[in-house]
């Protein structure tokens, strides 16, 4: 003890609250999903000041699109928000199709709707039953992880691929949907919504996940849109933003679902908004099946997409569009675009600059992880250490989007 | 939508803007860095233009152009469902423009990290330092001129432990006063 503290030493509370407690969670902690370091500092449980350290998984997502041509950067986005792939997928498409100023046939777009909500379907699943472990209700992880196989059971059936998608092509799509497409995926959601029901039985109503969740990480709506929230956490307090219904894309515009909102913005509501657009996902999915036209999924244009091989094989002109696409890849105009779209967990926005070459001069991601796990400081700010887990889980950050 | 923010832009002739133009469907907006606090505020307040969100901040990098650097900004409001994009040139020599956390506090992590990809300095932000890379890293990493293969020098725990409680003791001292 040093000699200044002497002096104070009669005064006894001072000296019985000494210093802050300095805590460290993660990089790898085992109650949260996703890699981020929260530095805490600590009055008892209280927590005193955060600061979260993102960036264990930056990978230069903007370097590499930089350094290959244009169809090269969609494995990339793949991995930047990876329960959800094919949302990024269909962004990224969206973006440079802008460019091009062309539209895929509606097929295209009706499968990219489709797939796209299978893989919002995938995220729900996985931030509600990671969200519930931490928590540690082990038994809805699990039923969660069962739902989402189904999900991914479709990714299969569409790309081959369960994860790492790679689906949607610039000017359409990898492949047409397989035979019979339609009634695996009504039997595939049955089966998901039904593991759903005992999950939502599990949870919903459960006293103990209701205590963690009530009332904690409240943040008001006007303190998420300063900070640029949007998705499920915004909607949660009660603004109903949801770019499929504001800013509509592919064909949103012509399916009927509701944009489930929230009262207080805790983290309960958190949880319900996002059990509801499981629901609305699901009813997308079923209109969409239902409408989906006949016809090509690519737009029929040398500039994107390769020309049938019996056509390249007996004929020059397009043999002659295979080689400049292999060879060089497509070519957009000058020019940039900004097209965003509503990822699982908000918006999400890729700003493309090109100079006329085969590879984007700048190719920058808007990632809604990024924005939301930016105001976890803001939201768990005089609340107790055990409110940052069920906080952290409903911003529900996603490493590879985050850091990118 | 966008042709009426286009009229109101171009009649209203804040002050500091340098031209509004429009491409691909997004209104472009070029500002003067010295007046740049001035239009985000007037753009965030003004219920003709309401743009209550600050969407994204990033860079551009334009090797032996003048300025060389772009900084641009994606608004989006809320009321109106509008967006506009903001650019702000940055010199080569000493790249810096004025920090918009004051206008919308959520600026703070996309300047942070501007910062650390480009090695634009904004002025007046609280706390800006790298975000995705440490602090001992050499260059700023989605610059033209910063090659992709580059390969950093090893930093051994010797060389960050006493930096790094310095400055662990200078923000704390900061952010948190005596304790």
């Known amino acids: ?287 969409a099946l239902a409408a989906l036209p006949e016809g090509p999924v690519d737009v029929d244009d040398p500039r994107l997409r390769l020309p049938p091989k019996g056509r390249v094989f007996n004929r020059m002109e397009e043999l002659i569009d295979q080689f400049k696409m292999v060879t060089e890849g497509a070519r957009p105009p000058a020019g940039e675009v900004y097209q965003a779209v509503e990822g699982a967990n908000g918006e999400l926005g890729f700003y493309i600059v090109s100079n006329g070459s085969g590879r984007p001069w700048k190719c920058r991601c808007r990632s809604p992880s990024f924005s939301n796990t930016q105001v976890l400081s803001e939201m768990v700010q005089g609340a107790l250490l055990a409110d940052v887990v069920p906080t952290f889980d409903m911003i529900n950050m996603i490493g590879g989007e985050c850091d990118r | 939508m966008t042709e009426t923010l286009l009229t109101t832009l171009t009649s209203q002739a804040l002050e500091g803007i340098v031209d509004v133009t429009e491409t691909h469907g997004d209104v472009v907006v070029r500002v003067l860095p010295a007046a740049l606090i001035d239009v985000c505020t007037a753009l965030r307040d003004d219920p003709a233009f309401a743009f209550n969100f600050l969407m994204d901040v990033t860079a551009v990098d334009y090797p032996g152009c003048d300025p060389r650097f772009e900084v641009v900004y994606h608004l989006y409001s809320l009321a109106l469902n509008h967006r506009v994009r903001l650019k702000v040139g940055a010199p080569e020599a000493a790249p810096r423009v004025p920090s918009v956390t004051a206008v919308w506090p959520g600026a703070n992590w996309l300047e942070r990290e501007t910062y650390d990809m480009y090695g634009i300095q904004f002025d007046g932000h609280p706390d800006l330092r790298r975000i995705y890379l440490y602090e001992e890293f050499e260059g700023h990493p989605l610059r033209k001129d910063y090659p992709k293969e580059k390969r950093q020098p090893l930093v051994t725990r010797a060389d960050v432990e006493p930096a790094q409680q310095r400055r662990q003791r200078e923000r704390d001292s900061e952010r948190y006063g005596r304790w």
């Open chain 1, 1 to 287: 003890m040093s000699d200044t503290d002497a002096g104070s030493k009669a005064v006894l509370p001072d000296e019985l609250h000494g210093e802050p407690l300095e805590l460290q969670m993660g990089p790898s902690h085992p109650a949260t999903h996703g890699t981020v370091r929260i530095s805490l500092k600590l009055d008892g449980e209280r927590i005193l000041w955060s600061d979260v350290q993102v960036g264990y998984l930056h990978r230069g997502f903007e370097k590499e699109c930089e350094a290959g041509e244009y169809a090269q950067a969609i494995p990339y986005t793949d991995r930047l928000n990876y329960a959800s792939p094919i949302i990024n997928n269909v962004g990224y498409c969206l973006a440079v199709e802008k460019l091009f100023g062309v539209e895929v046939p509606p097929r295209g777009q009706y499968l990219r709707t489709i797939a796209s909500e299978i893989s919002r379907l995938s995220d729900h699943f996985t931030c509600l039953g990671a969200g519930a472990m931490e928590l540690a209700a082990m038994t809805p992880f699990l039923y969660c992880m069962q739902a989402r196989e189904h999900m991914w059971d479709l990714h299969e059936a569409l790309c081959g691929a369960r994860v790492t998608t790679n689906y949607v092509r610039i000017g359409g799509l990898q492949s047409d949907a397989p035979d019979g497409f339609a009634a695996l995926c009504r039997e595939k959601l049955a089966a998901a919504l039904a593991i759903f029901a005992d999950v939502e039985r599990m949870l919903t109503e459960n006293p103990i996940f209701r205590d963690r969740l009530e009332g904690t990480g409240i943040a008001s709506a006007d303190t998420l849109i300063a900070y640029g929230v949007t998705g499920p956490l915004l909607r949660a307090a009660g603004v109903p933003l949801d770019l499929r219904r504001t800013q509509p894309y592919l064909v949103y515009d012509q399916l009927d679902f509701d944009v489930p909102i929230g009262k207080t913005g805790d983290n309960y509501d958190r949880y319900l908004v996002r059990v509801e657009e499981i629901r609305q996902s699901v009813r997308i999915i079923e209109q």
